[in-house]
């Protein structure tokens, strides 16, 4: 049988970019994340924690938020960047605020975003930063929309100003030749971001692909959504840039619709999102000259997928459309072996300070807990490297 075109079990590629002593701390972290009672229990505590003022920080930042994020600035974080560069791997910039509740704050988000472009405009390993709508304007205006609910004047208002700021940071991105992915959010405000999305790549995405939108296939109908996308693209004489990832609200999408009386929109099962993910690979290189893919995927089997059919396709390893991702601080044998092997290969790397970055860090650990096998495939994974270690420096 012939060798795997990239070996995940490659330990030592996956973890040459840390030390024995970084090494050891990510064990002790994961070994904790393993057990699920004690981040079931420590979550809202932690929250808690810092809503009171209590002196956490410290803490935090030198245990989860060492490990899942870049740093509490831009400066900071360019050392986590030329880390990654080293070892061939791309930064995606994510400022890692989450949903803002006023104006003032929207505008001040909206200028993080403009530094963080520029930042990746004087870096060639950060091709491209992240952003989020709610990062831009108030979450039930999406929802208002997305229902076509009637606006009031100053909703009206709002909108215009959610709409200026997007377009800003798309248009300053396509300025510097930064590309922009825009996540997805829950589906009952998807669609008004999806209708603001293809605005900004009808615009900017005529001669090169600037603006990303999120395919979340853990819904039925994102596969037949992404080729409409795609062919809307072809009549409207633009090109797309679709981030393909398998999504992050399923109970709460699967509650809502129970609650509310209606369809869910969620696969029937895990096979059916495995099947439509791969599927959706595949409809992208085959349209790779017009769509620009990026596989954000800590999913051993989707990589490989890809990796199988760029070769038997003939496409260019490095071909600027086609892209793999994961988070920062997790699946290291899948990135750091994609980029040695000559793949476009990138961690989404979060900044910000502990306080705005809680969230994202309490995610982290909630939705990889033991419950889904990924802690246990991390502490399994560093386990290997730490023993590897250790027979080398017997030799």
């Known amino acids: 049988m012939a060798a795997p075109l990239v070996d995940f079990t490659d330990t030592k590629t996956a973890f040459e970019h840390q030390s ?45 938020f060492k490990q899942f994020v870049g740093g509490r600035d831009l400066s900071e974080a360019e050392t986590t960047i030329h880390n990654l560069a080293k070892f061939n791997a791309l930064t995606i910039l994510d400022y890692g605020a989450e949903a803002k509740s006023t104006e003032e704050e929207f505008d001040q988000t909206k200028e993080e975003f403009l530094r963080a472009i520029q930042f990746a405009d004087a870096h060639d390993s950060v091709p491209v930063i992240t952003i989020k709508l709610t990062g831009l304007g108030h979450k039930k205006l999406l929802e208002k929309l997305d229902a076509n609910e009637q606006l009031d004047k100053i909703e009206e208002i709002q909108v215009e100003n959610m709409q200026r700021r997007l377009d800003e940071v798309c248009s300053v991105a396509s300025q510097n030749r930064v590309g922009v992915f825009i996540d997805a959010e829950e589906s009952w405000m998807q669609d008004a971001i999806d209708q603001l999305v293809d605005e900004m ?59 509310h009386n209606y369809p869910s929109p969620i696969q029937v099962d895990k096979a059916a999102t495995d099947h439509d993910y791969n599927a959706a690979i595949d409809y992208c290189l085959e349209h790779y000259e017009t769509i620009s893919l990026c596989n954000a995927t800590h999913n051993a089997a989707s990589c490989m997928h890809m990796v199988n059919e760029i070769e038997r396709r003939g496409l260019l390893r490095n071909h600027i459309h086609l892209n793999f991702c994961q988070l920062y601080g997790m699946s290291d044998h899948l990135t750091f072996n994609l980029a040695k092997a000559g793949y476009n290969a990138a961690k989404y790397v979060p900044y910000g300070p502990v306080s705005d970055v809680m969230p994202y860090l309490i995610r982290r650990a909630q939705e990889n807990s033991s419950v889904t096998g990924d802690m246990s495939r991390e502490l399994s994974l560093i386990d290997q490297e730490v023993k590897r270690r250790k027979a080398d420096s017997r030799r």
């Open 20 to 64: 024995d002593s970084e090494l050891k701390h990510a064990h002790r972290l994961f070994s904790m994340m393993n057990k699920s009672w004690l981040v079931k229990m420590s979550a809202p505590l932690g929250l808690t924690a810092l809503k009171l003022g209590l002196p956490i920080k410290g803490i935090v930042r030198n245990t989860i």
């Open 201 to 259: 790549m009808a615009k900017y995405n005529t001669s090169r692909v600037v603006v990303y939108n999120t395919y979340q296939f853990y819904r039925h109908d994102r596969l037949e959504y992404l080729k409409a996308s795609h062919k809307a693209a072809l009549e409207g004489g633009y090109m797309i840039g679709a981030k393909i990832v398998r999504g992050a609200y399923m109970d709460k999408e699967r509650a809502r619709a129970e609650e």
